[in-house]
């Protein structure tokens, strides 16, 4: 049975429709990874296409496992944002492999935090932030919005309204260190990624992924001005 004129290119119409949305889904499938930083290969198993920019990754996991995550960022090259957090040892973080020449520290934003977080999105491609108090979902929208226009990856310390997912510690074991002895042999860390139901998991050794502290540098200060052994920071209050 031959269908009406007007019902043909109803379909035709339909058909075309159908066909413009998976072209639309399929550029942005690939964009979603390409526009991405690239994480050390002990985290593949959780994030294949790594970090994508612009999105917000709640950590309930410690400072250890945000560093890691940091390092593989950091190693190619890409500049680094660290606020709220006054116990960020910077000796640690270059033990990963955070550069911390490209490190910008801002320990106490104070009460306005938000207000600094969005301004270092907009000169810094990733960020991790330990908030003071947990945001409400309207001004946790309009970060996300102002996230995504610049490009900038958010790793949250803690819960937050909208994230991309959370990466969890499930179990931590420590091997080679007595009771106020011994050297860390190995530190290894049951980790899973929860994303819209979804779940994966991956057990990584933090202490294989020390690099060489050599490498170290200073933190950079306004003004491009950088002091040695990690003396250097943003907006430190006394």
Request: positive net charge; aromatic residues 4%; contains cysteine.
């Amino acid at each position: 049975m031959s269908l009406p004129a007007s019902s043909t290119s109803a379909a035709s119409a339909g058909e075309q429709l159908r066909e413009l949305q998976e072209r639309i889904h399929l550029l942005q499938g690939r964009r979603n990874r390409e526009a991405t930083y690239a994480l050390l290969p002990a985290f593949s198993p959780l994030l294949p296409y790594g970090l994508r920019a612009g999105a917000v990754y709640s950590l309930e996991a410690p400072l250890s496992v945000a560093m890691a995550l940091l390092a593989g960022p950091s190693a190619q090259g890409h500049w680094c944002g660290v606020t709220g957090i006054p116990d960020f040892g910077t000796e640690a973080a270059a033990g990963f492999g955070i550069s911390l020449e490209r490190t910008v520290l801002v320990p106490d934003p104070g009460e306005r935090w938000l207000v600094t977080v969005s301004a270092l999105a907009d000169v810094l491609p990733l960020l991790l932030v330990r908030p003071p108090a947990l945001a409400s979902a309207g001004h946790a929208s309009r970060l996300s919005s102002r996230l995504r226009e610049r490009g900038c990856t958010l790793l949250i310390l803690g819960p937050w309204p909208q994230a991309e997912g959370i990466l969890s510690v499930e179990a931590s074991r420590w091997e080679g260190l007595g009771d106020g002895h011994g050297h860390l042999r190995s530190h290894r860390v049951d980790l899973a990624w929860s994303q819209r139901g979804k779940r994966r998991k991956v057990m990584v050794d933090l202490a294989t992924l020390h690099a060489d502290p050599t490498q170290a540098g200073g933190l950079t200060q306004p003004g491009g001005v950088t002091q040695p052994g990690g003396a250097g920071l943003l907006g430190a209050r006394p």
